[in-house]
C-alpha cells in the first residue's frame, strides 16, 4: 500500500485483491471523522439531534415491535 499527499488530497493505492467492502468501511469512517472535524455544534446540541432522531425512527418503526 503506498500513500501520497499531493495538492488535490491524498492518494491510496493498494492491489486489486482488497477487500471492497471493509475498504468502503474504512472510507466511511475517515469521512464521518472528517465531517465530525468541521462540527462546529455544542455536545447540548448533537444529544437534542440524537434524541430527535431516535425518536423519529421509533414513531415510524414501534409497529414492528409492539402489536
Excluded: P
Excluded at 437534542?48 to 414492528?64: G, I, Q, T, Y
Amino acid at each position: 500500500m503506498v500513500i501520497e499527499r499531493t495538492d488535490e488530497g491524498i492518494l491510496i493505492k493498494t492491489t486489486a485483491e482488497i477487500n471492497l467492502k471493509v475498504l468502503q468501511r474504512i472510507i466511511d469512517y475517515c469521512n464521518a471523522l472528517e465531517i465530525s472535524a468541521r462540527a462546529q455544534g455544542t455536545q447540548e446540541q448533537a444529544d437534542e439531534l440524537a434524541s430527535d432522531v431516535n425518536k423519529k425512527w421509533w414513531d415510524e418503526n414501534k409497529h414492528r415491535f409492539i402489536k
